[in-house]
Antibody, heavy 117, light 110 residues
Framework: QVQLVESGGGLVKPGGSLRLSCAASGFTFSDYYMSWIRQAPGKGLEWVSYISSSGSTIYYADSVKGRFTISRDNAKNSLYLQMNSLRAEDTAVYYC??????????WGQGTLVTVSS | QSALTQPASVSGSPGQSITISCTGTSSDVGSYNLVSWYQQHPGKAPKLMIYEGSKRPSGVSNRFSGSKSGNTASLTISGLQAEDEADYYCCSYAGSSTRVFGGGTKLTVL
């Protein structure tokens, strides 16, 4: 069965950095686009970034452009999100998500990132 | 892109039908038949309920249906059940590889 397991969340000070990882299993990882989607506490969902199956196409939301970098390692079935210059408004649960067309068919359980001094 | 517009809350009694609207623009909902709907229970990850406007993934009850008219997509849940109480989010493709979510609707089953 498809499994997406995020890790790397935690408490970080404003201006700091964090790297999220997502371990994928149960499907051919290299066949699928992957995304990071976040949800601030008590708020709605926000698409953060996605990456094509080969890694050649990448998208970032304007809110994170220039600060976040998405990447993947198909040999390790892993997705990453490098987050730099973190701000309080980046505080959220970050979900790793598999895309099948412009829809997410599987989600991880999420990892909480808290940006606070 | 601006978020799609959803009502903050809707409610209905068991057995009734409810509809949640999702209003976008001619640049997103109106231009593509690529709206998806997600159900999210508290503390849980979202779950895909409808994709490409009206298609149901395997395993999703046929009580859930989707439609679109102009710049507005809709999710209808018929025969409301207690377990349908959750937050619902719409999402649309918005061109240039972008996607946009709605603000979410809290469904209360009375």
């Amino acid at each position: 069965q498809v499994q997406l397991v995020e890790s790397g969340g935690g408490l970080v000070k404003p201006g700091g950095s964090l790297r999220l990882s997502c371990a994928a299993s149960g499907f051919t990882f290299s066949d699928y686009y992957m995304s990071w989607i976040r949800q601030a506490p008590g708020k709605g969902l926000e698409w953060v970034s996605y990456i094509s199956s080969s890694g050649s196409t990448i998208y970032y939301a304007d809110s994170v452009k220039g600060r976040f970098t998405i990447s993947r390692d198909n040999a390790k079935n892993s997705l990453y999100l490098q987050m730099n210059s973190l701000r309080a408004e980046d505080t959220a649960v970050y979900y790793c998500a598999r895309e099948d067309g412009p829809r997410v068919d599987y989600w991880g359980q999420g990892t909480l990132v808290t940006v606070s001094s | 892109q601006s978020a799609l517009t959803q009502p903050a809350s809707v409610s209905g009694s068991p057995g009734q039908s409810i509809t949640i609207s999702c209003t976008g623009t001619s640049s997103d909902v109106g231009s593509y038949n690529l709206v998806s709907w997600y159900q999210q229970h508290p503390g849980k990850a979202p779950k895909l309920m409808i994709y490409e406007g009206s298609k149901r993934p395997s395993g999703v009850s046929n009580r859930f249906s989707g439609s679109k008219s102009g710049n507005t997509a809709s999710l209808t849940i018929s025969g409301l059940q207690a377990e349908d109480e959750a937050d619902y989010y719409c999402c649309s493709y918005a061109g240039s590889s972008t996607r946009v979510f709605g603000g979410g609707t809290k469904l209360t089953v009375l």
